[in-house]
């Protein structure tokens, strides 16, 4: 984008100036007001601030190319799948990747009690932290050992780099622990080797083989019940083939078998590539992995490009079998790939994810608490909105999708805007997913009305009521919550006794029935009689007679709203004035009879 020329702005401005005003009186010429031109001329002398901006802070994308290596060969077949069909092993590390990346890292307390937490969702393997890096984590470790904190199905994971002093002070942590996995790693990649080690790929593989062997002669001197884990580390900025070179080398000196396997974790350390290429790179990895049958393949996406949870999922159809994730996508820069979008999507297909977010409250809150973070409210799956509907549109579908899946008693959830039911999620379906505003239909407000209070609007009278609702929450520019949605029901409809009231009726039973009325209209109290072809038509016949207006009765519903002998009853009716609007009412009472006359009473107050 060209720059802006700054005294062609100011030139323009100066013309549009002169443009306003009468050279002879200084009276407005084009503008009707000073207020008009000054907001013009803002405009413009404002453009001179932008092209400033835009000179100094113009983006260069010559900066940069494809930092990524694509595999030697490419197989595709993990393509010809289409969804994933079973769980992987879930590998938390929600203490250490997102702990370290926390601008206030966890006291020991709070790390506690999100350990607690994870432990009640349901991960296997933790990963507790750096020992060899931190005090409060080594004491976390430390804590959690000694008091016998960690279940007999549970792996705790301790990351070392590939240093002697630091990979010994790791084993040292670790003793006592039931069960570990001693996690080390370099980093392999070319920008690493070149402008962090200044080694060759050589002497990288040394590095990875050296920290190997000292691992595994700790293990044997070292009292404990030890797994492995090998990660060269920024595997998406190395070659494959040459990624693949260091963990075979790995891979020969810890020799792992079947009872006893050994996790290779290819981490997306940062994301360089679309999915589809770490697809292939994991494809490429897992088909040439020396002692395959004896190898977990791990992924640890992280989430730069924000495709970390594709990254996973495509991983997962190319032959990995475990993933390392965080709760809410935490962790360094953009976070961790999101361990509940992974574990919701497959359940969203039927698989069973073996991790439980059916408090998904409960995890926001604990971790809002302990991390400072906040869960956004379109976090997928545990967002406040993430279920919500406003538009009318939608609000109308899922309503009906809802009544069609009660009324046909499904099991399978198939509700049109919601992929999952809210409920498994402990979430309220008139809280959380129809959501009214100015921007809801009357499908949605209906809904709500009905669900919460029991009131069953015929169809005609939910649009009305849809208008009168939408203009206040248009007027208030906020969301009106179901109780608001009541009074304005309650306010507007339900036994509007003003200014006309039925004080008594009574009927007598002929060819046609007679009603009796005793009505009071302002101020004055009538005796009223007529006829009808039913005690609400009898009384509605009568009550012409007393007001100026006439009017006929058009719709007219009823039902219970509770069970029992002493149940409510809600009747609803409708009526055509003489200019032909309609008003509409509501009636609640005991007898039926009294409700109906109650809604009638409300529409003729509504005219």
Known sequence: MPSVNKATIRNIADRTEGSCYDNKSGTAGLFSSLKEFFTLRDVFLSLEVLGKKEEIEMMDASKYSIGYYAPPVN??????????????IWCSVDLRDGNQSLVIPMSLSEKLKFYQLLLEIGFKEIEVGFPAASETEYEFLRTIIENDMI????????????????????????????RAIIHFYNSTSVAQREQVFKKSKEEIKQIAVEGAKLVKKLSEEYEGNFLFEYSPES???????YALEVCNAVLDVMQPTIDRPMIINLPVTVEMSMPHIYANQIEYCSDRLH?????????????????GVADTELALLAGAQRVECCLFGNGERTGNVDAITLAMNMYSHGVDPKLDFSNMP??????????????????PYAGSLVFAAFSGSHQDAIAKGMNYREENHLHKWNVPYLPIDPHDVSREYDADVIRINSQSG?????????????????????????????????????????????????EEYLNVSRPVEVLEAHFVQGDEIEAHVIARFGNQVHQIYDKGNGRLDAVSNALKQMLPNSFSLETYSEHSLDDGSHSRAASYV?????????????????????????????????Q
């Open 151 to 178: 279940p007999s199905d549970v792996t705790v994971q301790v990351l070392t780099q590939c240093r002697d002093h630091i990979i010994r002070k790791t084993f040292e942590a670790v003793k006592g622990a039931p």
């Open 574 to 606: 409708g009526i055509v004035c003489e200019d032909g609007h309609r008003a509409w009412g509501a009636g609640e009472d005991t007898d039926i009879i009294r409700a109906g006359i109650k809604a009638l009473v409300s529409a003729i107050n509504n």
């Open 362 to 379: 409960h995890i926001c809150e604990v971790y809002e608490e302990v991390t400072r973070m906040n869960v956004s409210c379109r976090q």
């Open 235 to 241: 595997f998406t900025g190395t070659e494959p083939e």
């Open 75 to 88: 197989e595709y077949r993990w393509v010809k799948k289409d969804h994933i069909e079973k769980a992987p």
């Open 291 to 307: 002692y395959r049958d004896a190898v977990i393949l791990s992924t640890h996406p992280h989430n730069d490009r924000g495709t």
């Open 442 to 490: 009357k499908g949605g407000i209906g809904y709500i009305l009905e669900k919460s209070y029991g009131y069953v609007m015929p169809a005609k009278m939910r649009e009305d009521f849809g208008y009168r609702v939408k203009d206040v929450s248009d007027k208030s520019h906020a969301e009106l919550k179901p109780d608001e949605i009541y009074s304005i029901f309650k």
